[in-house]
């Protein structure tokens, strides 16, 4: 039985079109133009790259620059690929076979345990509470792995809350996952979006000898549409996960590899990172003002990072017809709660420019004293 992606099927049946799109999870893009002048890239480095296939486990330039942010590691425990996407899909294909499980931590972006599902693989959920800050219990993380679990996915920040784990939430992880030799696959995209300090989100890589990380250029630095990835782990794994890379994608774009190798290049990639955090601080900031026009409407436990928050609403409607009316009515979109299998909630970008924000804050606000009045 296949089972639909519902967050992105969402998307990309509504988002495109729609004129205030708070839908998206990473800060507001750049242009080409505003990337190649802040790396300092000289146009002719652009218009003389050969078209050609490139590299197909990404350059050895690109990889060594991303080994750099993991100590320990060289250019052959990284593979370049499409997207944190293609990333997932080839963990999920070279690591779960049919009958096996893995665990993981609801609300979650259901694209790694989507893959499983489709392969027959057995997803154990464990359940975050709202109104315990969205924090993970190790007790319950223990008692959901077993002989079968070949995997503990975890997305650290978090993706849709924004939460960063606890130590003893990642100590009980790594101890879950170590009781019956089960990988640790790390999503942290979101690494680089604090909100509430300028200290990096410790990776869950060389914490434990069975751990496989992915990352992008979308969420953090503003380049989602250079659809560029990385995996990192050891050796064989990444070897192994390359062999399946050559049937999905063969390679990411030889442009897009150039442009990865100034971004994440010093000093560029600090510069990125401080972007992504200024507009976060300031658009969580413009976002709880227009959430508490209405009072005891919404709430929100506050991201540690993200440009995202999840938000909590008390009206007499569900998510999903909020999030429908919002889009009719004020051309306005987010992610209805129910999409991450969590009522009563939507999730919504705030790292925009502040006009744009605002405008459809208040679009927003109009349809909730239109839902209060029907009530």
């Known amino acids: 039985m296949f089972h639909p992606f519902d967050v992105e099927q969402f998307l990309s049946e509504l988002e495109h079109g729609v004129k205030y799109n708070y839908s998206e999870s990473g800060v507001h893009p750049m242009t080409l133009r505003e990337l190649v002048d802040l790396v300092g890239l000289e146009p002719d480095v652009l218009w003389n790259t050969m078209l050609d296939y490139p590299q197909v486990n990404g350059s050895t330039f690109l990889r060594e620059k991303i080994s750099a942010m993991y100590p320990g590691t060289n250019a052959d425990n990284v593979l370049v690929t499409v997207g944190a996407t293609e990333a997932n899909t080839l963990i999920a294909n070279t690591l779960l076979q049919p009958g096996d499980s893995m665990v993981a931590f609801r609300p979650i972006y259901e694209q790694l345990t989507g893959d499983a599902r489709n392969r027959g693989v057995d997803v154990r ?18 008692a959901a792995v077993g002989p079968t679990t070949k995997l503990i ?3 650290n920040p978090n993706n849709p809350t924004g939460r960063v784990l606890s130590n003893r939430e990642r100590e009980g992880i790594i101890a879950a996952a170590a009781s019956v030799g089960a990988w640790i696959v790390a999503d942290e995209v979101y690494i680089g979006t604090e909100r509430d300090t300028d200290e990096a989100t410790p990776s869950f890589w060389g914490a434990y000898d069975k751990v496989m990380v992915l990352n992008s250029t979308s969420k953090a630095y503003g380049l989602p549409g250079l659809r560029l990835g990385w995996l990192v782990g050891p050796a064989d794994a990444i070897t192994a996960c390359w062999r399946r890379h050559e049937y999905a994608s063969v390679a990411t774009s030889t442009v897009s590899m150039k442009l990865a190798e100034a971004a994440l290049a010093e000093p560029a990639r600090t510069a990125l990172v401080e972007r ?3 507009l976060i601080r300031t658009g969580f900031e413009t976002l709880t003002e227009a959430l508490a026009v209405h009072h005891n409407i919404f709430t929100v436990a506050p991201p540690h990072a993200s440009a995202m928050s999840f938000v909590r609403f008390n009206l007499p409607i569900d998510s999903e017809t909020l999030a429908m009316r919002l889009v009719r009515e004020q051309d306005v979109l987010v992610i209805p709660g129910s999409r991450f299998h969590v009522e009563n909630h939507f999730r919504f970008s705030s790292a925009l420019p502040e006009a744009h924000l605002k405008e459809g804050l208040r679009r927003l606000n109009l349809v909730v004293e239109d839902v209060l009045k029907s009530a």
């Open 276 to 278: 992504a955090r200024r």
């Open 153 to 155: 996915h975890v997305i």
């Open 125 to 142: 959920y464990v359940d975050m509470e709202a109104d315990n800050g969205w924090a993970i219990d190790p007790e319950a993380v223990m």
